[in-house]
């Protein structure tokens, strides 16, 4: 055997390609929807009361028996009388095939359910996030700039105490200053119930285009932005102090003081050198928070009365819905698992080192 067969060979790591890593991240997401499909079911049968209950009545017109013989009739009409593991292999079977069943109030579908009720989360969403990154990164940016200034600490000061309050004290204060004391934003609902909107698609502004109706586009803004900026504003501060950590970070890189030295404007080393090398723990820490805001938009919309898919999960749990608490959860979970890939992917792209491995 030759010295150079004997010696044991280096292996580096393979980049891999964006359509390899798409695929092995999407091969992940029914893994994670099962694993969430199967907790939520537990969780929601482990509370205490049951859906036959409150469908069984309990008027002062009914015995005791009659009300007991009414709760078992609703337990055996919705399958609730089955042994735990058969409706959970029941609920598995429906999954698989894309059912997601029914209401047991009103017997409505749960994906039609969905499908009024995602629109405006999704709407709510992607408004706080917009107006979280904006105030984050720009107050972020500033304070790294002015290390040490009044400036850097007020900001500092304000992104802890906006990220302190919880949401409900935040949209709270926001009912009483912006809609009772100064009357300047509505505080309830998505729309006036006064206008008349038959949604196509029930984005708001998407069938305003659709459907030619320019009217449709104030209302709904002035319903947005008190529930928008509640769920902002917490994530604003977070942002904002990652933000000034990753640009002091950076600014004491070797590459900024050469591009300095090159006499390049202080801008364009800002813009071309600093908040692109910044750009990779800010991004990961969005797509964190994206799932805050979901997590948000529970107590948010509930609060402003906004029909959205966290409204209808609180009403469901508080009913015993069953199969809405199951669809609304795996509704939020399925946003929150693709946003994050979709992050992972952008960091790939943001930095190639990272398709190693």
């Known amino acids: 055997m030759s010295l150079a067969a004997s010696i044991p060979r280096l292996r580096l790591p393979v980049p891999r390609t964006l359509p390899s890593l798409v ?28 859906p036959a209950t409150s469908l069984a009545g309990g008027g002062s017109n009914l015995s005791a028996a009659d009300v007991a013989a009414n709760e078992a009739r609703a337990s055996r009409e919705l399958g609730l009388d089955k042994p735990l593991l058969t409706q959970y292999f029941s609920f598995l079977n429906d999954l698989v095939h894309l059912r997601l069943g029914t209401s047991f109030f009103g017997s409505n579908s749960v994906l039609g359910l969905l499908g009024d009720a995602l629109p405006a989360t999704v709407e709510l969403t992607l408004a706080a996030m917009s107006i979280a990154v904006l105030l984050g990164v720009v107050t972020g940016v500033v304070a790294a700039l002015r290390r040490g200034s009044w400036a850097d600490t007020s900001i500092r000061t304000v992104a802890t105490v906006s990220f302190s309050l919880p949401w ?16 300047w934003l509505p505080v309830l609902g998505r729309l006036p119930s006064s206008l008349d909107y038959h949604p196509t698609t029930n984005f708001v502004l998407l069938d305003a285009i659709l459907q030619d109706r320019p009217d449709l586009v104030w209302p709904w803004l002035q319903h947005l932005i008190l529930p928008a900026v509640t769920l902002a504003l917490s994530m604003a501060g977070y942002v904002t102090r990652i933000v000034r950590a990753s640009v002091l970070e950076v600014l004491g890189d070797d590459f900024v003081r050469t591009a ?17 090398n910044a750009w990779l723990p800010i991004v990961t820490v969005l797509g964190l928070q994206f799932g805050s805001l979901l997590g948000g938009s529970v107590i948010t919309e509930t609060v402003f ?39 992972d992917l952008l960091c790939t792209v943001l930095d190639p080192r990272l398709r190693r491995g």
């Open 23 to 50: 695929a092995r991240r999407l091969l992940a997401v029914p893994v994670v929807l099962f694993a969430l499909a199967s907790l939520v079911f537990l969780a929601i049968r482990l509370l205490p009361g049951s």
């Open 168 to 183: 409900f004290a935040l949209g709270v204060l926001g009912i009483v200053v912006f809609g009772v004391w100064l009357r």
């Open 260 to 276: 300095r030295m090159k006499g390049l404007r202080e801008s364009a080393v800002i813009r071309r050198h600093v908040l692109r």
């Open 305 to 343: 009365s906004y029909a959205g898919v966290g409204r209808l999960l609180v009403q469901a749990v508080l009913q015993r819905d069953y199969p809405v608490v199951q669809g609304a959860a795996l509704a939020i979970a399925l946003l929150f698992t693709l946003v994050n890939h979709a992050v």
